[in-house]
């Protein structure tokens, strides 16, 4: 059982964000980190090989910079290698373009059953990248799981559903995104950190897999940003402290709003 | 101002339509001329009414059968889109919609803007805003490439209201081969109870997060409170990934969007990714034991204090008020 899964590396969530003022777009010159998002998807994995007693995980990314940092994070989870898409020419490519690439990413590992993603990046959350890298590599895609079995080459899931959940199965190759709390990540023992600094991490171009400039980027996204405003602001009202009596000036609070 | 033609990719919550689809078709039908809907379902003779009524003048209705519905959707939207060129098809920010949208893109090779919370025209451009960093900013962004845009647009952004239209006929579109895709199945379908109202339209909203200490303390704290006040009770991701409640009940980015009349947040901090979910609630109470939560930067009223001393007391109080 080989397993691709998606990273995505994203600034720090913990900093708030900013927008680079001449593309508007989010800034991601700083240092970056492995989506939390992700390691759910790599710990999915790492289990599935095992279960599958061979095979190996790996990763796939898209980043500016060539970082490696938050692939470094999930080699050191145990995944085997890498593969890094680091590309100037990338920079503003939409979640079509992205997907694009990732899929290609996937086809240059080779012999893979499975895709792993998380359901949406914590900085871009568009949601569209799992079902498009299926759609690119012309396989089944099962999105939202909350629980991943693979057994007689298929994968079955129970997938998230606005009314509660469904068992969906599809025959493997397939991509599988997977949602929060789907499993609980390790955390890299020490020994793992070391090996991460040596397993392999294949760096490619835009270019390498096939990719006109004209493809990716900004020119290959469609769109245009017109503006950025400040949204309506909520502005704060009454705030007291709990003197044992708060419960009281609830009840008031509620009568003037006529629901008791 | 309008463009032509618009579709609505429509969904159903039994044998009514989607909420969603309903504020899908408000908004069409204020920028279009012509508004149609795309439906994959075995029952949308069920639907036609009410999606015309909303403004749709016609339904291409598509079966299933067995497979993931988005990917029949996206399969038969390819065939439909070279037939009859709609220049914008909208799709709500759903499960089902979110595949079939994202599969459409790459068959068409046309970009998606996702998280859509406003939708207009600027002369013949078609311009979607998006809320970013928690609601404070909006990015308005416009289609550049070929037609037909896609948009995907969060529940909750428009109002729905009726247009008194007729029913909508239905032209049933024959269900495509959707490749390796379409060998994707669904098995079973599991429904989860409730009780009350569904929490995305709910008039009251009572969440409950981190701060109310156990999974023990949502019932008697939350639920009840919520029951009491004939609403319905929601959760943030934090206290939905410790598995003490269900997702069905998450509120924010990743969750639902909910615009009650009232929201009380007990014990919630009021991340970005929270407040994006309930910002556009009418009013909003908080109760928190830390004066400098960001919660309290958007409610009405906050109260500092420990929830599990001040609810049982307010609990007391509303039933006491009768
Ligand atoms: C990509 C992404 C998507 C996300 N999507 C969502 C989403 O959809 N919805 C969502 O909610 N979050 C989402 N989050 C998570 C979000 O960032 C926060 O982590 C989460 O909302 C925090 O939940 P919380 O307020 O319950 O917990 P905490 O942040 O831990 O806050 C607990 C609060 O309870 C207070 N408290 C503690 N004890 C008491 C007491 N006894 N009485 C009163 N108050 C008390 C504390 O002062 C604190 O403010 C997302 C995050 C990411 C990265
Ligand atoms: N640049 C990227 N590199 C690797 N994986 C990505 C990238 N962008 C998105 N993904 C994967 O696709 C998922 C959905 O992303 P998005 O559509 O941006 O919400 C993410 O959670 C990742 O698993």
Known sequence: ?260 | MSIEKVWVYAESEGDKPATSTLELLTKAREIATTVECVYVGDNADALAGALGEYGASKVHAVSPGDALPGVIGAAALVELVAAESPDLILFAQTYDARDAVARLSVRLDRTVLTNGGELRLDGDRVIVGTAIFGGNTIVDTAFTGEKPYLAMIRPKSFAAESASGSAAPVATVATPDAGRAGEAKVLERHVEEREGPKLEEAAIVVSGGRGIGSAEAYGPLVDELAKLLQGASGASRAIVDAGWVPYSKQVGQTGKTVKPKLYIALGISGATQHLVGMKGSDVILAINKDGEAPIFSVADLGIVGDVHKVVPKLIEAIQAHG
């Open chain 1, 1 to 260: 059982m080989n397993i691709a899964v998606c990273v995505k590396q994203i600034p720090d969530p913990a900093v708030p964000g900013e927008l680079n003022p001449e593309t508007s777009a989010l800034k991601r010159e700083g240092k970056l980190i492995l989506d939390d998002s992700d390691s759910y998807g790599v710990e999915m994995a790492l289990q599935l090989v095992t279960a599958a007693g061979g095979g190996e995980v790996t990763l796939v990314s898209m980043a500016p910079n060539n970082e490696t940092s938050g692939l470094r994070t999930a080699l050191a989870m145990g995944a085997a290698k890498a593969v890094l898409v680091s590309d100037d020419t990338l920079a503003g490519s939409d979640a079509l373009s992205t997907a694009k690439i990732l899929a290609k990413s996937v086809e240059r590992v080779g012999d893979i059953d499975l895709v792993l993603t998380a359901t949406e990046s914590t900085d871009g959350y568009t949601g569209t990248i799992p079902a498009q890298i299926a759609e690119a590599l012309g396989w089944p895609s099962l999105t939202f799981a909350k629980s991943v079995a693979i057994a007689d080459g298929k994968v079955k899931i129970q997938r998230q559903t606005e009314a509660g959940f469904d068992d969906v199965e599809a025959p493997l190759p397939a991509v599988v995104s997977v949602t929060a709390g789907v499993v609980e990540p390790r955390y890299p023992s020490f020994k793992g950190i070391m090996e991460a600094k040596k397993k392999p991490v294949d760096e490619v171009t835009a270019g390498d897999l096939g990719f006109n400039p004209d493809q990716v980027g900004w020119a290959g996204s469609h769109q245009e940003i017109v503006e950025v405003r400040a949204a309506p602001a909520r502005e704060a009202g009454e705030k007291i402290e709990d003197d044992g009596e708060s419960h009281a000036r609830i009840v008031t609070f509620l009568e003037g709003l006529k629901i008791i």
